[in-house]
T-cell receptor, first 112, second 114 residues
């Protein structure tokens, strides 16, 4: 059973702090890794994707991938109250490279 | 609006009725995916389609659920004889190519079965 695990939270950080969200996956053959943000009652919004080991930065967001440890993380710098949402980690694992397997998400709360 | 479009946004059905959910992918995208999000559960993959072809339906329930993506028009997810357990948010996503590429989600259809 291919799985993606996330701490459900809530993760609470003050405004301006760094939020660190973590995710582990079970299938060592996984190729692509994604972070989606989902506000309550809304659809998932893609915020980052990473394919290679190391860091990838985009604005206030940094995705980190360690395939040896089967671990992917998302750092949000200068957290804002508008960042308060559920963050979903997703992995493409199947041979066809098509189906996203999602974790259950981590709820982030940024207090002003 | 160049994003993924879904309609209706909200759908209410009584047990035993049929539900039809429609999805138009982003312009230039020919790969369509359907996902379901049950209350208090994560997003689950259902099916992947290209024009006129179902490529992967490994996540589809074996009965009552079907999907199509005709040559012309939107992709359709069809649920026959709905039951209360079908109440969920159904999301469509599209991607410009495969494999391993990012998928962009539509606003979803919230299905409520009375």
């Amino acid at each position: 059973q291919k799985e993606v695990e996330q701490n459900s939270g809530p993760l609470s950080v003050p405004e301006g702090a760094i939020a660190s969200l973590n995710c582990t996956y079970s299938d060592r053959g996984s190729q692509s890794f994604f972070w989606y943000r989902q506000y309550s009652g809304k659809s998932p919004e893609l915020i980052m994707f990473i394919y290679s080991n190391g860091d990838k930065e985009d604005g206030r967001f940094t995705a980190q991938l360690n395939k040896a440890s089967q671990y992917v993380s998302l750092l949000i710098r200068d957290s804002q109250p508008s960042d308060s949402a559920t963050y979903l980690c997703a992995v493409i694992h199947n041979q066809a490279g098509t189906a996203l397997i999602f974790g259950k998400g981590t709820t982030l709360s940024v207090s002003s | 609006n160049a994003g993924v479009m879904q309609n209706p946004r909200h759908l209410v059905r009584r047990r035993g009725q049929e539900a039809r959910l429609r999805c138009s992918p982003m312009k230039g995208h020919s790969h369509v995916y359907w996902y379901r999000q049950l209350p208090e559960e994560g997003l689950k993959f259902m099916v992947y389609l290209q024009k006129e072809n179902i490529i992967d339906e490994s996540g589809m329930p074996k009965e009552r659920f079907s999907a199509e993506f005709p040559k012309e028009g939107p992709s359709i997810l069809r649920i026959q004889q709905v039951v209360r357990g079908d109440s969920a948010a159904y999301f469509c996503a599209s991607s410009p190519k495969v494999p391993y590429n990012e998928q962009f989600f539509g606003p979803g259809t919230r299905l409520t079965v009375l």
